[in-house]
């Protein structure tokens, strides 16, 4: 069984977001954090307390569906619909015997400089281009 043992920011010169430390692995998810000119670049973001699932059993890592967050998007005064809006959102569920826990990766861009999006662990390995 893999353990989950710590759940921590992850920084390094070109990327940010979260790092998963299990009894077998290392799960990094993040986004390139190195501003390209004048756009706002995106971040890892997670709704649950990842505190709450130290201890628990990692079944599985997958990616799913994007979904706006309509309400994540009003608090950080992001407008969907204005011509200045480009990017993506992409959900990194963490499957435990604990529930779902679940990251997302948002970038808003004006369409020239998308960000690129990592999860590197076993279970998959996924990078979005210019997300």
Not at 10 to 27: A, K, L, R, V
Not at 42 to 60: H, S
Request: net charge negative; proline share 2%; hydrophobic share 35%.
């Amino acid at each position: 069984m893999e353990t989950i043992l710590e759940i921590k920011d992850y920084f390094d010169s070109e990327m940010e977001g979260f790092e998963i430390i299990t009894t077998e692995q290392s799960i990094k998810l993040s986004i390139a954090s190195k501003q390209q000119c004048c756009e706002s670049w995106g971040y890892f973001w997670c709704n649950d307390n990842p505190q709450d699932f130290i201890g628990a059993t990692l079944l599985d890592v997958t990616l799913t569906d994007d979904v706006l967050n309509e309400a994540h998007f009003q608090i950080n005064n992001i407008n969907p619909n204005s011509r200045s809006f480009e990017g993506g959102i992409m959900f990194v569920d963490i499957e435990t015997n604990m529930g779902k826990l679940q990251f997302v990766a948002y970038n808003q861009h004006n369409g020239f400089y998308g960000h690129t999006v990592r999860v590197e662990c076993k279970q998959l390995t996924h990078v979005e281009e210019d997300l």
